[in-house]
């Protein structure tokens, strides 16, 4: 196994990694809204959702992978009122592509933020 770790996304907020290859397939951890600079971005759930895909977009380049080789992608959301919204904005990073998904409404995320998106994807 192999830890990926990039400065290009968020650094990890506790004792785990930004993503793990193991053979070859890559397993990021969840990815929230922040900034590259561990800053929660402004807005809502359309502008917090882009800065997700912007952070495993660098991680999976990483981990020489890409959103064309997610196999698997997992959403958390705070409310699932704003599904749509969500699915909006992941329609534009998986069009052609269309990876299985889970969304499930969760309590809380960490630092209170509205999403929060792991995936699993296969090393090209």
């Given at each position: 196994?192999?830890?990926?770790?990039?400065?290009?996304?968020?650094a990890a907020?506790?004792?785990?990694?930004?993503?793990?290859?193991?053979?070859?397939?890559?397993?990021?951890?969840?990815?929230?809204?922040?900034?590259?600079?561990?800053?929660?971005?402004?807005?809502?759930?359309?502008?917090?959702?882009?800065?997700?895909?912007?952070?495993?977009?660098?991680?999976?380049?990483?981990?020489?992978?890409?959103?064309?080789?997610?196999?698997?992608?997992?959403?958390?959301i705070k409310?699932?009122?704003?599904?749509?919204?969500?699915?909006?904005?992941?329609?534009?990073?998986?069009?052609?592509?269309?990876?299985?998904?889970?969304?499930?409404?969760?309590?809380?995320?960490?630092?209170?933020?509205?999403?929060?998106?792991?995936?699993i994807a296969?090393?090209?």
């Open positions: 196994m192999k830890a990926i770790q990039t400065n290009q996304a968020p907020i506790g004792p785990y990694s930004q993503g793990i290859i193991a053979g070859n397939m890559f397993y990021s951890s969840g990815q929230i809204p922040l900034t590259p600079e561990g800053t929660l971005v402004e807005g809502g759930i359309k502008e917090q959702t882009h800065q997700v895909f912007q952070n495993l977009k660098a991680l999976l380049e990483e981990a020489g992978a890409s959103l064309e080789t997610v196999v698997k992608a997992t959403v958390f409310n699932m009122d704003e599904f749509a919204d969500v699915n909006e904005v992941y329609g534009q990073y998986f069009s052609a592509h269309k990876p299985a998904r889970s969304c499930v409404e969760v309590a809380r995320l960490p630092k209170d933020v509205l999403v929060e998106i792991e995936v296969l090393i090209q």
